[in-house]
C-alpha cells in the first residue's frame, strides 16, 4: 500500500515537473524570439511521458542505442523514477529515465538518448532533458543531479549546463536553491 | 486550549504546505546556462545515445 501510495504521489510530482519545463521552454523561446536567435518554435515541444504512443513512435526508430520497452518494467519497479518523452509536434525526439536514491538527495540520469536521425531538436534533447529533471529534482527536494555514464561526446554541453565532475568521478550538478 | 491547539495544528499545516511547494521557478544561473544551451551550444550534440548503460534494475 505506501508503494502505491508513494507512486500517486510521485506521478503528480512527475507530471508538474513536465509541465514545468514546458513553461520553462515556453519563456525562453519568447525571450530568444526577441532577440532573433532562435531557429525552432520551442512552443512546440512536448514533454509527456513514455507512455503507449511514445514507444510506439520508438519502434520506428532505425537502431536505436538502448532498449527502451524495459523501461516500463522500471517505472513499476521504480515508484520515484522519473520518465520523459520529448516530442515536437508529432515526432518522438528525445527519452530519459532518472531515479532518485533512497535518500532521494540524488537524482541520478539513467538514461538518456535522442533520436538516432534527423529531428527538429538535434542538438538540444540533452538540454531539454536535463530541464526537466532538474525542476524533478526540485519538486522532490534533492540537491544534486548525475548523470550515469556520460557520452564523452556530450561532456563540453554537460558542463555548460553546469555538470562537473566530483572527487569519485561522478558527473554532477548541485541543484540552485532559489 | 482548543483554540491554541487550532492555532498549533493550522501553523503546522502552513508549515507543511510551504515544505511541500517549491518554487516553480528556476535560478537565474539555471536559466542562464539553459539560454546559452540552446542559443550557443557548446559543442554538437551527438545523435543518439547521450547517457546511460544497460544496467538494468532486479
Given at each position: 500500500m505506501p508503494r502505491k501510495r508513494t507512486y500517486l504521489r510521485y506521478q503528480v510530482y512527475r507530471s508538474e515537473a513536465r509541465k514545468r519545463a514546458a513553461v520553462t521552454f515556453a519563456k525562453l523561446h519568447s525571450e530568444l524570439e526577441a532577440r532573433a536567435?532562435?531557429?525552432?518554435?520551442?512552443?512546440k515541444v512536448r514533454f509527456e511521458a513514455i507512455d503507449a504512443s511514445a514507444m510506439k513512435a520508438y519502434e520506428?526508430?532505425?537502431?536505436?542505442?538502448?532498449?527502451?520497452?524495459?523501461i516500463v518494467r522500471w517505472k513499476a519497479k521504480e515508484p520515484m523514477s522519473f520518465d520523459l518523452a520529448i516530442w515536437f509536434d508529432r515526432e518522438l525526439c528525445g527519452l530519459c529515465f532518472a531515479n532518485p536514491n533512497q535518500s532521494r538527495l540524488r537524482v541520478k540520469i539513467v538514461r538518456l538518448e535522442g533520436h538516432p536521425n534527423e529531428h527538429p531538436l538535434k542538438g538540444r534533447i540533452a538540454t531539454f532533458a536535463l530541464t526537466a529533471v532538474t525542476h524533478f529534482a526540485r519538486i522532490i527536494g534533492s540537491q544534486q543531479i548525475e548523470i550515469q555514464e556520460p557520452l564523452s561526446g556530450a561532456l563540453p554541453l554537460y558542463r555548460q549546463l553546469g555538470f562537473e565532475f566530483d572527487s569519485e568521478g561522478r558527473l554532477v550538478k548541485r541543484i540552485d536553491q532559489v | 486550549m482548543k483554540a491554541v491547539v487550532e492555532k498549533k495544528a493550522s501553523n503546522f499545516k502552513s508549515r507543511k504546505m510551504e515544505k511541500k511547494q517549491p518554487s516553480v521557478e528556476l535560478s537565474e544561473t539555471e536559466m542562464h546556462r539553459i539560454r546559452n544551451a540552446l542559443a550557443n551550444p557548446a559543442v554538437e550534440e551527438p545523435s543518439g545515445v547521450l547517457a546511460g548503460s544497460y544496467f538494468s534494475f532486479r
Open positions: 536567435i532562435v531557429d525552432v518554435d520551442y512552443s520506428q526508430w532505425l537502431d536505436p542505442h538502448f532498449c527502451w520497452e524495459e | -
